[in-house]
């Protein structure tokens, strides 16, 4: 700054040499020394032609520094060298100005981070909507719920479903609304809750998104446990004292023939119908897993092991080949048990050329998706909306707890099992392991 004192004393003395000259021309035009005047106006209109191009230059600088703000361009810097320009005073000012401005971007940039950084940590996916409907920011979750890697304006979701890009086009401040759309994955039903903001002086709408399939599972599930309780309990009951004094019976044998038959009979049915419900019961109270870490090649050999594929081209594609799983081995062998029984039921006498295929990858989100899929044909639309409900089943002797029970597994694990493709040529089920 001492360097900078130079400039700053010509300036002084250009202004004081100023001042000076216009007194001294004054005071020749009062004492009528005209032959001195020329040279004194000469004098005085040189300094107020320095003193003016200083104010120009001034000028120009400030111009400059307003057009740089407004365009969002902060890399200038001027000279304020003394012994590289005569105007040090000045742009070491205007310098400071610049270090002010670019300090107050830096904290205004910082702020936006960090709230970017708030957004993208959020559990939840969170869009940020302006009134025509663009998109001014959004989050990752955000993307992976609705199924897209970018989106610039909701009307593009249109692609996806229709409702829900009218749901998130049309949703006001404090509304809350629900949307269900179909995705290769299945079903998937979103939560949407909605609140406002002004910012940059427009009005926005903050928009959360929430994926409640598990709820929902979980409420079905819950509903499904009481009705098979009230259900088994009822059952067992009744059952009870019948399988006892027939079977009290069926040991007197000084009873005729046709109440030993007719006894007999009782029996053998109550006694089926115990073991039947007893089946029931298992869904309703399927154990907490007993989670361990283990290869899910491993876990994929040792049930196809259990099963007769027959005639079957088995395929298994596991990518990467060292996938680890930590979840409870038993369970998820009785779920890949019951998938590839299944499959290799429906492949048999349907196709001489019968497939099962079993794939697996592990997505963005870390989440591991299994795949079995057969190529027996497709699930008539009837049956594949209540595969998953417990009892149901097309098997003259089946008990209809066998994906039931397997989804119940599925969800204890905090994953989902759903029918994804089902089609002539292929039907998949999806297994999702957190």
Known sequence: MTNRRLPLFRLLLLVFLQVAAGMLLGWLVACELYGFLFPAAILVIVLTWRLVNIYRKIIKN?????????????????????????????????????????????????????????????????IILLENGAVKQYNSKAMNLLG??????????RQISPDLA?????????????????????????????????????N?????????????????????????????????????PVTSISNTLLHCNNEP???????????????????????????????PPVKSAFHLIDLINESVAL???????????????????????????????????????????QKENGRIDICS??????????EISNNGGAIPADIAENIFTPFFTTKADGSGI?????KQIIRLHGGALYLSHNSNEKVTFTIVID
């Open 62 to 126: 400030l111009d400059f520094i307003f057009s740089a703000v407004r365009n969002n361009d902060f890399s200038f810097r001027f000279v304020d060298n003394p012994l590289h320009t005569e105007h040090a005073v000045l742009n070491y000012s205007l310098n400071r100005i610049k270090e002010v401005l670019d300090e107050a971007k830096m904290k205004a940039t910082e702020k936006e981070k960090y709230f970017e950084t708030v957004i993208e940590c959020a559990n939840i996916g969170i």
């Open 148 to 157: 897209v890697p970018m989106l610039g304006h909701a009307d593009r979701l």
């Open 166 to 202: 009218d749901t998130l086009l049309a949703i006001t401040p404090l509304e809350q609304k629900s949307v269900c759309f179909a995705t290769e994955s299945g079903d998937v039903n979103l939560l949407l809750n909605c609140s406002s903001m002004q910012y940059e002086g427009h």
């Open 204 to 240: 926005m709408r903050v928009v959360s998104i929430e994926n409640i399939n598990k709820e929902l599972d979980t409420q079905e599930g819950l509903a499904w446990e009481k009705l098979t309780r009230i259900l088994t309990h009822e059952i067992m009951n009744s059952l009870a």
């Open 257 to 287: 023939s046709t109440m030993h038959q007719g006894l007999e009979t009782i029996h053998s049915t109550s006694d089926r119908l115990m073991r039947f419900v007893d089946s029931f019961r298992s869904v309703t109270r399927t154990p």
């Open 307 to 349: 099963i007769d594929i027959g005639k079957a081209n088995l395929k298994i594609d596991i990518s990467p080949a060292d996938t680890m799983l930590y979840a409870d081995r038993n369970q998820l062998s009785q779920v890949l048990v019951n998938l590839l029984k299944n499959g290799t039921e429906a492949t048999v006498g």
């Open 361 to 370: 990858h592990i997505a963005d989100d870390e989440k591991v998706y299994i």
């Open 402 to 406: 066998g994906l039931a029970l397997s």
